[in-house]
């Protein structure tokens, strides 16, 4: 029955998981995103496309959207905050054991390209970017941010990031043309959120060619 839903687009996987399930259904989804912002070799993980469907689906299927962002936020904060501990503790054991197999240099390159331009505000930027959202917090734990600036940051990007996506999904999933066609809206999020990201990577490059 898994392999059979895992087959599903999402939105449509999420539906079934939400109607059989309910609240494990939630518990699911908040296990996801703690896992793509706290572990730092799961950064493949659908957080951003996952939030808004999430909040569409819970909306349609008559679900409480309020209690599910609060729940959403406190995995974020949550998978942030292990993520920097383990930057804090095992960065360079970590970079040494996984580094060119899951975390790419231009991957890498273009996180830091964040923290030189944004500096401590890249942790809330960097929610609403794919893949730098999981390194960010692991870098700024390597790099021995004070934990009390940090946890600023973590808290205010997981509000907006969360609330942003779910309350979204749920506003625009009550609209029928918006719907009937949420796969396509979600190749769009994640195609629009992937951009920051390439441009940054491209100019980390020029940067270290010249």
């Given amino acids: 029955m898994l392999s059979a839903l895992l087959s599903l687009p999402l939105d449509q996987t999420l539906t079934v998981w939400v109607t059989h399930y309910g609240p494990w259904a939630l518990a699911i989804i908040a296990a996801v995103v703690f896992a793509e912002t706290g572990l730092v070799v799961a950064p493949f993980l659908p957080g951003d496309s996952l939030l808004f469907i999430a909040g569409a689906v819970l909306s349609v299927t008559a679900q409480n959207v309020h209690w599910a962002a609060l729940v959403l936020t406190l995995a974020a904060i949550a998978g942030d905050a292990t993520n920097f501990a383990v930057g804090r503790r095992a960065g360079p054991w970590v970079m040494r054991r996984f580094g060119g197999r899951w975390l790419e240099a231009s991957h890498l390159d273009a996180t830091r390209g964040y923290f030189a331009r944004f500096g401590g505000s890249t942790i809330v930027i960097a929610r609403f970017v794919p893949i730098v959202r999981t390194l960010a917090p692991f870098l ?71």
């Fill in 140 to 210: 700024a734990g390597a790099g021995d941010m004070a934990y009390r600036r940090f946890a600023i940051f973590n808290v205010t990007g997981a509000i907006a990031w969360v609330g942003l996506l779910v309350y979204s999904g749920a506003y625009l999933g009550s609209i029928p043309l918006i719907r009937d066609h949420l796969s396509q809206v979600t190749l769009a999020i994640v195609a629009l959120s992937i951009l920051p990201m390439g441009i940054t990577a491209l100019r980390a490059r020029r940067e270290h060619s010249t």
